[in-house]
């Protein structure tokens, strides 16, 4: 399967890539539930990456699960998978079921509030080889996540705001030819947990 198996999911055309949603892919009180589990069961980190000889660290806590030797590298900073939780071991085998693609690792995104934040990036790295397809599946509060086409000027921008429980599938060459952000946001929103399955080769 190439979209989520959903009577609800939409499917959203973009030049050069695909993008399938589905907004209520969880139920609320499911959704809720397994935000506060895993807040409390995934072991947090404050990672750093250096931006012209300065070290930063990165505006979101994060974490990396997978199978054995599915280490995934980005922004320089190298993850060793830590193993998956019972938790997150049943979340992949739903989303593998709902989607038809493998997933050997997940990286998990908790942003506190609303000045955590993702800048323009695409989920390229050369581990997730030439077409990554890669689920994202959010819970606790809703954000906007943005999307540019990395070399079209013309083509529209895509807004969208995921909500607790949605699944976002992003396939194709959505990866090779678009690039993605979770943008700060004045407003007050609580805390966010998002989690992107992969494929690392």
């Known amino acids: 399967m190439s979209a989520v198996s959903q009577v609800d999911a939409e499917l959203i055309e973009i030049p050069g890539g695909q993008l399938t949603l589905c907004q209520s892919w969880m139920p609320d009180r499911d959704a809720e539930n397994l935000f506060l589990q895993l807040q409390d069961e995934l072991v947090w980190e404050s990672s750093t990456i250096r931006l012209f000889g300065k070290a930063h660290k990165i505006p979101r806590l994060n974490a990396w699960y997978g199978d054995p030797g ?14 998956w939780t019972p938790s ?4 992949r085998a739903r989303i593998q079921e709902a989607t038809g693609y493998r997933f050997n690792g997940v990286l998990a995104n908790l942003y506190r509030d609303g000045r955590d934040s993702n800048g323009w990036h695409s989920d390229d790295e ?16 809703e954000r906007g996540f943005h999307l540019r086409h990395r070399y079209l000027a013309d083509a529209d921008r895509v807004r ?5 429980g949605s699944l976002l599938l992003m396939s194709g060459e959505t990866q090779k030819n678009w690039m993605h952000q979770v ?4 407003r007050v929103v609580g805390p966010r947990i998002n989690l992107t399955f992969r494929y690392v080769i």
Do not use: H, M, N
Not at 71 to 81: H, L, M, V
Not at 160 to 164: E, G, P, R
């Open 70 to 83: 599915a280490a995934y590298t980005y922004s320089r900073i190298r993850f060793e998978p830590r193993p």
């Open 160 to 164: 969208l705001v995921l909500q607790s």
């Open 88 to 91: 997150l071991a049943d979340l």
């Open 183 to 186: 943008p700060k946001t004045k």
């Open 126 to 141: 050369p581990e997730l080889g030439a077409s990554p397809v890669v689920a994202s599946f959010s819970l606790g509060a």
